[in-house]
């Protein structure tokens, strides 16, 4: 048995993952934004004979963030982090200093900080896309929080997910003893990508329950991009070791939390 925390399960993929999860026999900690979200979660908080506990905390905060990273880490240090959680704005909704903000903390910043801040487990996985390669390189690396460009929803989710496909290699690269891997489930008919999206959602979820537990080979490998459990190339930015070193400075300035 394992012992997995998975941040956004409330709906979704998350949701998926955890139920599989646990439906195998594993301890799972989930994660809600506020008490209303985690509402939601009652059925499965006595799953399979076992006691699902529930972290709280807006990722969209970094004191929040904080004190998630504190509620986890008073259970026990856990055997795999799935980071799960992300946000796509839409243009209207997202085109204020506030949508740029939540972009940027949900899907990159709040990843980094509970990556430095929960002890460290045995197993990374980081919820990317295949958007990741339409994300901006250097130049949108310098402004990565969209103070100087005309703000782009779709851009900056690109973006945001080609920093964290970046972050998950960089861990895999300075953690040996960590495995790290960044998984894109496919668009999958999730609130984010729609009831129309074509791809199927349970083989979306299960590469990443995969990585979390297996002991197949293949999942025992660190560094991968994965879709359907199999390797895929990522953007060539993301394997490069410059651009990521570059990322985790700017990422550490942002945060005042160093990975080095």
Known sequence: MARIFITGSTDGLGLAAARTLLDEGHEVVLHARSRKRAAVLSDLTQKAGRVASIALGDLSSAAETRAVAEQVNRIGRMDAVIHNAG????????????????????????????????????????????????????????????SKRRWNASNAYSESKLYLTALAFAVARLWPETLSNAVDPGWVPTKMGG??????????????????????????????????????????????????????????????????
């Open 87 to 146: 946000v796509y704005l839409k243009q209207a909704r997202g085109n204020t200093p506030e949508g740029h903000a939540q972009t940027l903390a949900v899907n990159l910043l709040a990843p980094y900080l509970l990556t430095l801040l929960i002890d460290r487990p045995h197993r990374l996985v980081y919820i990317s896309t295949g958007m990741h390669r339409s994300g901006g390189g250097d130049d949108a690396l310098a402004d990565i929080d969209w």
């Open 195 to 260: 009831p129309n999206a074509p791809d199927d959602l349970e083989k979306g979820h299960l590469t990443q329950t995969w990585l979390a537990v297996s002991d197949d080979p293949a999942a025992l490998t660190s560094g991968g991009y994965w879709h359907h459990r199999k390797r895929r190339a990522p953007a060539a930015e993301a394997l490069d070791v410059g651009f990521q070193d570059r990322l985790i400075e700017k990422l550490a300035e942002l945060t005042g939390v160093g990975l080095f």
